[in-house]
């Protein structure tokens, strides 16, 4: 008994420095946004901010807000970007674990350049060449193709996000896939050619199942991610193009970086840390679904 309980004393001897820390970074600045949150502070109201109740996020649900627009578009970037880049690293690696395939540490090592840069030095090299005097645009006229408008047009600047988000995002993908390609036994995939299997009922049957386990908790994760994604969107686009004067909102904005925006040119951060909770259960509650949904997080 006393072993026993000198063994659990120890272990929260050991856990007591990263719970102290995760509380003061953490916990605390957490439940003060919250407060924050129903008060009216701001840059007018810096000290003598009041208690405003429901108010800020009344704001928020109302029809003039534009809340519902950049939610719309946070969900449709959040799950387009998991899925293609889930997708493009897991065939990316299926495709290098071909056992015909010559020179393959090569293509893996190339294929691993996007992961072994910066993000930041990344994206914006990507927005210079997506910029109107681009390299991408220069490519086009040289085949006698219009430029296009890869950062100002709504519709191509959601997919040059998306693209550019794909290409920073696969390696990972890639070098995980792999790993997990490798610890299937090899006995199986003989078993499955002496049976007379087709390259579809092997992976069916044998490479997808297995995957499964090691690819669904990292879906879950990469939602989770994405919905965050401030990073990418702020530093390619900034959230534009602006869709009117007046709003503080563009067409490739998520919440964080519209709230980021909001922040900045309105410095309302009351109805900002509004926005903040919302978005953190939100994430919570996206993550619980996916979770549910894809049992990631379930016994076999």
Not at 83 to 107: C, D, F, Q, S
Not at 141 to 167: C, M, P, Q, Y
Request: proline share 4%; net charge positive.
């Amino acid at each position: 008994m006393l072993s026993g309980r000198k063994e659990s004393a120890t272990a929260y001897t050991y856990l007591l420095p990263a719970l102290i820390a995760i509380t003061v970074v953490t916990v605390i600045p957490a439940i003060y946004n919250i407060y924050i949150s129903f008060t009216n502070y701001g840059l007018f109201h810096y000290k003598e901010f009041q208690f405003v109740g429901l108010a800020n996020f009344v704001e928020i649900f109302s029809m003039k807000s534009p809340f519902f627009s950049v939610l719309g578009w946070t969900f449709t970037w959040t799950f387009l970007s998991s899925i293609l880049n889930v997708m493009t690293g897991l065939g990316i690696a299926l495709l290098l674990n071909h056992p015909r395939l010559k020179e393959r540490n090569l293509y893996r090592a190339l294929l691993i350049i996007p992961w072994a840069l910066p993000g930041v030095l990344s994206i914006q090299m990507w927005h210079s060449m997506m910029g109107s005097e681009g390299i991408l645009n220069q490519i086009l006229n040289v085949f006698g193709l219009e430029g296009v408008k890869w950062l100002t047009d709504t519709t191509w600047a959601r997919i040059s996000v998306i693209t550019v988000n794909v290409w920073l995002s696969f390696p990972y993908f890639m070098v995980i896939s792999q790993a997990a390609l490798k610890s299937i036994p090899d006995e199986l995939y003989e078993a499955a050619h002496t049976d007379g299997g087709s390259r579809f009922q092997i992976f069916r049957y044998i490479t997808a199942p297995l995957l499964r386990r090691i690819m669904l908790p990292l879906f879950v994760t990469q939602i989770a991610f994405q919905f965050n994604n401030f990073n990418l969107i702020y530093l390619l686009t900034g959230g534009g193009p602006r869709q009117s004067m007046g709003q503080y909102f563009g067409s490739t904005d998520i919440l964080v970086s519209y709230t980021f925006n909001l922040m900045r040119e309105v410095q309302r951060y009351g109805l900002t840390a509004a926005y903040g909770v919302i978005t953190f259960f939100m994430t919570i509650l996206l993550m619980l679904c996916s979770m549910k949904f894809t049992n990631a997080m379930g016994e076999e």
